[in-house]
């Protein structure tokens, strides 16, 4: 089935550029900003060409008309600290913010986020849904904030409870687990009887175009955060249908995939036996369609998140932005979650439209462009300073990434950066107890793994794009591997708040 048909995605980039010109900073009309995060959404992307059965209309229509990241990283493979990192522009290794656990604010009190920014430089900032991480929410630089609506439910998950959460009755059906397996927890799929309305996330959606429908008298930036497709993948039967069971494609898997791979990666692979679960109980070709259709409902909203700009007074000046914070396994590696630093977990969706007349880029990107470079998503917060003319914060200097206006401007143009994706502990969002951190550096053609006692892990995507076999130790590769070492952080922050 699969995909792997380009060189190279990137992570973070070291260094920042700000090169606000005269016309940025005098211009009296700053564009507006739709900022729309998904949760958990790999390349499985009609146009990145992850999985050829997914069907995103909406999400491809979008990166048609602006630019499409084909390259995109993100800075850690889990939800708490990555949207930290992004809404911040600090990564997890400068910050000490690895896990789900760890409370972010606490860690980076002087931090200024992105929504923070935008207030502070004159805009009216409004936002919904899942942008921080659920379990460290701040309704702080907000003018309005609508959050999901939250209950907390104890689950005993192979034979230890852990406290879950769902998010709006709907989304919890009494009955569960719906997929059979036992003991799967939050990680369950199934078909229930509610109407695309009834779901949070299609809430959230109208909160936001109700947003776009009113008049502003002041530039605005307004999020939107789609939980799906996070599991669970509880949907109405309708996206289930579009994906019908007997023709579902399951992703190649190599058996021996493993053997090749140090002792610390291998504590990252399966940590709650959910693959072996899976397999167990036959369910692997039920747990691929339901992850397709989650998509797919997501992709509907931002349909109508599209929809709704392009009717309303601000669809001339509103520049959009669409990212996911970290991709997810079903099945690769024999590991079925994010938290892993390989392909599957790391590479994500950017896509960036600039409309006309934007200072920084007068023609703006409404024709389509592919862009090859490796970027990270962590280049946002200092694009959207770029393109909206933006005061810096204060704490520039903590703000890593790189503005992507110049690719923007011109998809291939000269960028030597790979991308930095970092992992701490193993297996899942827990710091371990040595606080072992560990790195992954990207290239157009290489992906080089160091872990915290040295091991390694390399990958030429020229020849092996599924990254099956880890050619660290062949002397050939000697010198591709100190070239890539050289970008590895110096030192790591230790973890905050464990």
Not at 71 to 93: D, F, H, K, Q
Not at 371 to 387: A, E, G, K, Q
Request: glycine share 6%.
């Amino acid at each position: 089935m699969r995909r792997r048909k380009f060189l190279f995605l990137s992570g973070s980039s070291l260094f920042t550029t700000y090169g606000l010109t005269a016309c940025q900073q005098k211009s009296s009309t700053k564009p507006n900003v739709l900022f729309i995060s998904i949760d958990d959404l790999n390349d499985w992307v009609g146009v990145l060409g992850g999985n050829p059965q997914a069907k995103t209309p909406n999400i491809d229509r979008l990166a048609n008309r602006g630019i499409l990241f084909n390259r995109a990283y993100c800075p850690i493979p889990s939800c708490n600290p990555s949207r930290t990192a992004v809404l911040t522009g600090i990564p997890p290794y400068l910050s000490g913010v690895y896990g789900n656990s760890q409370p972010w604010r606490v860690a980076l009190p002087d931090a200024t986020t992105i929504p923070q920014l935008f207030k502070q430089n004159g805009y009216r900032v409004f936002g919904a849904g899942k942008i921080y991480h659920d379990t460290f929410p701040e309704y702080a630089g907000w003018d309005e904030f609508r959050p999901r609506d939250e209950k907390r439910i104890w689950h005993k998950i192979k034979g230890k409870l852990r406290l879950e959460k769902s998010f709006g009755a709907d989304l919890w059906p009494e009955n569960h687990p719906l997929s059979g397996i036992p003991d799967i927890g939050f990680d369950d799929w199934g078909s229930f009887p509610v109407e695309d309305e009834d779901m949070q996330d299609a809430k959230i959606c109208d909160w936001v175009i109700a947003k776009l429908k009113e008049k502003h008298n002041q530039p605005f930036f307004l999020a939107c955060g789609f939980f799906r497709p996070h599991s669970p993948w509880y949907l109405p039967q309708k996206y289930f249908q579009e994906f019908p069971l007997a023709q579902i494609e399951l992703p190649t898997i190599k058996e021996d995939d493993l053997d090749d791979i140090p002792p610390l990666g291998l504590n990252m692979v399966d940590p709650f036996d959910r693959y072996a679960d899976i397999r167990k109980h036959d369910k692997h070709r039920q747990g691929v369609q339901a992850y397709l259709a989650s998509i797919r409902f997501v992709d509907s909203l931002v349909g109508r998140l599209i929809d709704a700009l392009d009717a309303s007074s601000h669809a001339n000046n509103t520049i959009i932005v669409l990212w996911s914070d970290h991709g997810w396994h079903l099945g690769e590696k024999l590991h079925w979650s994010k938290f892993t630093l390989w392909e599957e977990a790391t590479r994500v969706p950017l896509v960036f439209v600039v409309p006309k007349g934007t200072a920084s880029m007068p023609e703006g990107s409404q024709s389509h462009s592919n862009c090859d470079r490796p970027v990270n998503i962590l280049d946002i917060y200092p694009t959207l300073i770029d393109l909206c003319g933006l005061n810096p914060p204060s704490e520039i200097s903590n703000i890593s990434g790189k503005s992507l206006v110049p690719l923007l401007k011109n998809s291939s143009a000269a960028w030597n950066l790979p991308a930095i994706t970092t992992w701490a502990g193993f297996g899942n969002e827990w710091i371990d107890e040595n606080q072992s951190v560990h790195h992954s550096v990207r290239s157009e053609r290489f992906r080089y793994i160091r872990y915290a006692d040295g091991s390694e892990e390399l990958y030429d995507h020229q020849f092996d794009p599924m990254e099956w076999t880890n050619v660290a130790q062949q002397p050939k590769y000697a010198d591709k591997k100190a070239e890539l070492a050289k970008w590895l952080p110096k030192t790591n922050a230790p973890a905050a708040f464990k």
